[in-house]
């Protein structure tokens, strides 16, 4: 998947300068997971909130900051320890959250860790997959090189 084929993203936008806008993020989501716009933002959000169950503080701290206000919030909200449960329980609690199926739920963290895998810098991205098991990082799409 490489971002400058939507409208209105001229490539690759995952340096700390040039934060990708949180419609291009969402549009992108909906197109990978296949749902409407609204579904999408809704299927982010509780991705990236689960996420932020299973990632350090800091580190969903540091992954905020390179994504749009909008996507901060589920980023930040109600921190505690991180959890330690693999991908079949992070599917799930996406889709009991979002209200979808487990398949529909395991194709929007698949489009949302693709997106952030294209939203973020290199780096950002390799410190949130080294806190994650090997099934995590296999679901990501191949995406453009830095």
């Known amino acids: 998947m490489i971002l400058k084929d939507f409208p209105g993203c001229r490539g690759r936008v995952g340096v700390a300068s040039a934060i990708m806008k949180y419609d291009i993020f969402i549009n992108t989501v909906a197109v990978l997971a296949r749902v409407p716009r609204e579904q999408a933002e809704v299927l982010a959000a509780t991705t990236l909130q689960t996420l932020a169950e299973r990632i350090t503080e800091a580190e969903a701290h540091d992954l ?27 599917v799930h609690r996406v889709a009991q959250r979002a209200g979808v199926d487990t398949a529909q739920a395991l194709d929007a963290v698949r489009a949302v860790l693709t997106t952030v895998h294209e939203a973020v810098s290199h780096g950002e991205f390799q410190d949130i997959m080294a806190q994650l098991p090997q099934e995590f990082r296999d679901l990501v799409l191949p995406v453009t090189v830095h």
């Open 64 to 90: 905020a900051s390179e994504l749009p206000k909008a996507l901060q919030v589920p980023l930040r909200a109600n921190r505690g320890p991180a959890e330690q449960f693999g991908i079949q329980e992070f």
